[in-house]
């Protein structure tokens, strides 16, 4: 263990080469917000930084740790893995592939049939989208505001919020945006023109936005009227994460193509996929196999993980287990609300995703730097900063969820006493 004067070497150089080599910015956003320590290492629903501090993680890497960090089943399947072969030689067919497309077939929602296997969550976006132009033969792209797909070009093209858009400019040129939840404005919005619909199933990073029950339906029924196809963004949702294998099967609906990443590589590969139906793979490898490849994606260990991700996941009952906590969460959120109006404006989710709405920004920073001083690692919103989401590992023991509201709550009410004291002195003024 490090003493304190070395812990403190190790931040300031740390700060230093991400002020100089890394990124300036996240250097000084975290030490602003108390997290100047470096990580050192991660077990289950635990990180613990240099200092060897433990935090109860429920960012849960947005999503990547559904399995929780190192997962055992996960670490020794890469591992034996990684005694035979690491990455593709790209001449042999590869079993561990094949395998894992066949298991993954076995999970997707029906008829689809086909995957191909990336390395993150933007490039099964870019995969999905290039799937619907060729299949089409039609240019436009219609995505909901506010939703987020990743930040290569053509992900943030159907991504909805214009701070990350409008620097990179032009993006891809037809596409366009509605709101999120809103059939009707996707029925005026869709034309002749439009190659596909995509949208996450609950929208993560908009801070957990969830649609009406007969959204997705309608959706799908607009779509298929229209001749354009649905892709459903399953990067965050997928593998039980909303109490569901798929967020989809909540709204009983089968998309033309899935896209996943994050908690499909067991929180220990970096992994993304989409997939489809054999039609929509014969338009886009029928005439060329090689229209779409990568050299590291579907490489050996990434499959090693993911086959004993998909099993782990259901071995273990994960997705049930995410609809039960999910409950309990979700009312010891609220039962937070109702004590606290005036800081939090709603709460929501599905499964072991929610989302705590304040009044303001400034307030979710609070609560955020407040759960941190108490060891509890809570998820700032890209596209909707007002709120904090709430996304611990599925195996997350289920009284340490309840540690984890038990602090939420704290922090809140801490911000709130905080404020108040602010507003009082200002009033004495
Ligand atoms: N789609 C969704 C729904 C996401 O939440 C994310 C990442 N937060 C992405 C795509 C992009 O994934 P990645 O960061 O692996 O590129």
């Known amino acids: 263990m490090l003493d304190e004067a070395a812990i403190d070497r190790l931040s300031e150089e740390t700060t230093e080469k991400y002020r100089r080599h890394v990124n300036p910015g996240i250097a000084g956003i975290l030490n602003f917000s108390g997290f100047s320590v470096p990580e050192e290492r991660a077990q289950g629903c635990y990180i613990w930084d240099a200092s060897g501090r433990k935090f109860l993680d429920c960012v849960g890497g947005y999503g990547a740790f559904s399995l929780g960090h190192l997962n055992p089943k996960v670490v020794d399947a890469v591992r034996k893995q990684l005694e035979k072969e690491a990455l593709k030689s790209h001449f042999f067919m590869s079993t561990v592939l094949a395998d894992t497309c066949e298991l993954m077939a076995s999970v997707l929602p029906e008829g689809i049939e086909y995957s191909f296997i990336c390395n993150s969550g933007t490039e099964a976006v870019e995969g999905a989208l290039k799937c619907a132009r060729i299949h089409t033969r039609r240019p436009e792209f219609i995505g909901a505001t506010n939703g987020f797909h990743g930040k290569s070009f053509g992900s943030l093209s159907v991504s909805g919020r214009e701070i990350y858009k409008k620097d990179f400019e032009p993006l891809l040129q037809e596409t366009k945006l509605v709101p999120f939840g809103d059939a009707d404005a996707l029925a005026d919005a869709i034309s002749d023109r439009s190659a596909a619909v995509i949208l996450e199933v609950v929208q993560g990073e908009a801070g957990v936005n969830i649609a009406p029950s007969d959204y997705f339906g309608r959706v799908r029924e607009i779509c298929d009227a229209n001749g354009s196809l649905l892709i459903l963004d399953e ?189 009082s002195e200002a009033e004495c003024e």
């Open 235 to 423: 990067v965050r949702t997928g593998f039980g994460r909303t109490g569901k294998m798929f967020a989809s099967e909540h709204y009983g609906v089968v998309p033309d193509i899935v896209t996943m990443a994050k908690a499909l590589g067991g929180g220990v590969m970096p992994v993304g996929a989409f997939s489809s139906t054999q039609a929509v793979w014969e338009s886009m490898f029928g005439g060329n196999p090689y229209l779409h490849s990568t050299t590291f994606g579907g490489n050996p260990l990434a499959c090693s993980a993911i086959i004993a991700a998909i099993n782990t996941t259901i071995e273990e009952n994960l997705v049930q287990r995410s609809e039960i906590l999910g409950e309990k969460l979700l009312s010891g959120l609220q039962a937070v609300r109702s004590k606290y109006p005036w800081l939090i404006k709603n709460v929501r989710g599905k499964g072991l995703l929610a989302g705590i709405e304040f009044a303001e920004e400034d307030i979710a920073a609070l609560v955020i730097a407040g759960c941190g001083r108490r060891d509890l690692l809570a998820a700032y919103s890209l596209n909707n900063p007002k709120v904090v989401r709430v996304e611990p590992p599925l195996i997350i023991p289920e009284d340490e969820l309840d540690r984890a509201i038990k602090i939420i709550a704290e922090s809140v009410e801490e911000t709130g006493a905080m404020i108040e004291a602010i507003t």
